[in-house]
């Protein structure tokens, strides 16, 4: 089993930039494949970004290539989303994801790729 906790939500201006740290437990780090997606109101959910088991290979969702970066932090157990020249279209509820079954170099990304899920943080973006 794994557990996930999502941290660094807020509240921020067009433009500003904002980091999101997810935090894992019950299982080794290097054995998960980890992701982030996001949901706003009335919107499906958007994959946003993957890094793979070993941590050298990482995947972004069209909207936020060249903006959000996906880092890990091994002493922490944690994986992080810097978000940059945030958009008001950026608001949303930002969750946590992580698998285990896949190859050290494989990046998934789409929902039913993922096991385990954390409950969420909310970031806003204002105009």
């Known amino acids: 089993q794994v557990q996930l906790v999502e941290s660094g939500g807020g509240l921020v201006q067009a433009g500003g930039s904002l980091r999101l740290s997810c935090a894992a437990s019950?299982?080794?780090?290097?054995?998960?494949?980890m992701g982030w997606f996001r949901q706003a109101p009335g919107k499906e959910r958007e994959f946003v970004a993957a890094?793979?088991?070993?941590?050298?290979?990482?995947y972004y969702g069209d909207s936020v290539k060249g903006r959000f970066t996906i880092s890990r932090d091994n002493a922490k157990n944690t994986v992080n989303l810097q978000m940059n020249s945030l958009k008001p279209e950026d608001t949303a509820v930002y969750s946590c994801?992580?698998?285990?079954?896949?190859?050290?170099?494989?990046?998934?990304?789409?929902?039913?790729?993922?096991?385990?899920w954390g409950q969420g943080t909310q970031v806003t973006v204002s105009s």
């Open positions: 994801a992580a698998v285990s079954r896949y190859g050290l170099g494989y990046v998934p990304s789409v929902q039913y790729e993922y096991d385990y």
């Open positions: 019950g299982r080794t780090f290097s054995g998960l494949a």
């Open positions: 890094r793979s088991r070993s941590g050298e290979k990482t």
